[in-house]
């Protein structure tokens, strides 16, 4: 297999190949490893970690201080994949801090930074690619304004919407982001934003047609404790079988059962 370090350039490659692009997230040092190990080349520090680390409800309470403590953790396993972090909520408000705030995340361990919008952040996303730093966008349902919106909501269905995908999508690619998340966009408009634009979409939610997938790694796991999003069609039980490998070493402390050299955890 080919070890080269992988970076922005080296993902955009992969859509002029026409070469899928798997991704994931990773929130600390070995979950980073695994990934990595199992070959997924961009790995992200999401702020969806708020969620399904941290405990709190949505993405809005997650702090600057918190992603640079995971963003820490994930870069201490030096992965091959690129390490993408969020910019947390309200932390790109204006271009100086998102400059700031992408140099921060960069500090702490990050490759490349991702922020939620298009048209909007357009100052901030110039300024943070002018700094050097690679940009991933993040276009469709913006978690970040799910109190705003009132819930987790399909993107591109009406025509005015469709078409500000598009805007959006075509101004992220000239500001020079280097790929885009499209979340919970309609199939359609997701394969006509792939077939528009140079850089890849990384679909979540938004049908087959992307560039790319990526996943919240706790979902795709089935580790997440209260809610699996219907798009995750794919996924692993390790919650279940973490419960019952902790019940079964419980019984057997609690019956004074040294556990012994072969006994096999259940299956
Ligand atoms: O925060 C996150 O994990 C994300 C992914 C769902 C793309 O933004």
Redesign the pocket.
């Known amino acids: 297999m080919n070890s080269a370090k992988i970076t922005a350039d080296a993902l955009r490659a992969m859509k002029a190949r026409g070469e899928k692009i798997a991704a994931l ?1 990773a929130y600390d040092h070995p979950t980073a490893r695994l990934l990595d190990e199992a070959g997924v080349p961009l790995l ?1 520090v ?3 970690l708020g969620m399904v680390v941290l405990g709190y409800p949505d ?1 809005t309470f997650v702090t600057m201080a918190e992603m640079e403590h995971h963003v820490r953790a994930a870069a201490r396993a030096q992965p091959r994949a690129l390490l993408a972090a ?1 910019l947390p909520y309200h932390s790109c408000d204006t271009v100086a801090d998102a400059a700031a705030n992408a140099r921060r995340l960069v500090a702490a361990g990050a490759e490349a930074v ?1 922020a939620e919008g298009g048209r909007d952040i357009l100052p901030q996303v110039r300024a943070i690619v002018a700094a050097g730093i690679p940009f991933l966008g ?1 276009l469709g349902m913006l ?1 970040q304004r799910v109190r705003e919106e009132g819930g987790y909501h399909v993107k591109g269905k009406a025509a005015p919407e469709h078409l500000a995908l598009l805007a959006d999508a075509d101004a992220l690619a000239a500001a020079g982001a280097f790929a885009v ?1 499209l ?1 919970l966009v309609t199939p359609p408009v997701a394969r006509e934003i792939t077939r528009r634009i140079p850089i890849p979409t990384l679909g ?1 939610g938004s049908g087959p047609d992307c560039d790319g997938q ?1 996943l ?1 790694t706790p979902d795709l796991l089935g580790l997440s404790p209260d809610y699996i999003p219907k798009h995750v069609k794919f996924r692993g039980h390790l919650g279940e079988q973490a419960r019952d490998i902790v019940a079964t070493w419980r019984e057997m402390v609690t019956r004074r059962r040294e556990p012994a050299v072969g006994d096999a955890p259940p299956k």
């Open positions: 997230t992200l999401g702020d969806s993405t969020d991702k993040h978690p998340v979340e979540i990526i919240v």
